[in-house]
Nanobody, 115 residues
Framework: QVQLVESGGGAVQPGGSLNLSCTASGTIFDLYTMGWYRQAPGKERELVAQIRNVESTKYADSVKGRFIISRDGVKNTVCLQMNALKPEDTAVYYC?????????WGQGTQVTVSS
């Protein structure tokens, strides 16, 4: 069993930055993919970024060059540094980990970008 606890969401003005953090409990290995999805009102959940190890990351086109995903294998933590935030980044952000045979999800954290 894995539990994910997220933190770092909030409200910020356009152009601002936020750092999301997610800590996983249980036995976690670096080879398990971790990452973030987001869901805006009225839209489907979409992949934001994922990381397996430092050489294997993936980003949505809409966040490339602005967001950076990283992980700490000792602390079982994955972070999402979000820079140059735009109003269209407003959504609930969900942390996840793919630990076979299932995917585990966090409870979600709200990010609101508005002037």
């Amino acid at each position: 069993q894995v539990q994910l606890v997220e933190s770092g969401g909030g409200a910020v003005q356009p152009g601002g930055s936020l750092n999301l953090s997610c800590t996983a409990s249980g036995t976690i290995f670096d080879l398990y993919t971790m990452g973030w999805y987001r869901q805006a009102p009225g839209k489907e959940r979409e992949l934001v970024a994922q990381i397996r190890n430092v050489e294997s990351t993936k980003y949505a086109d809409s966040v490339k060059g602005r967001f950076i995903i990283s992980r700490d294998g000792v602390k079982n933590t994955v972070c999402l540094q979000m820079n140059a935030l735009k109003p269209e980044d407003t959504a609930v952000y969900y942390c996840y980990i793919m630990k076979p045979p299932r995917t585990y999800w966090g409870q979600g954290t709200q990010v609101t970008v508005s002037s």
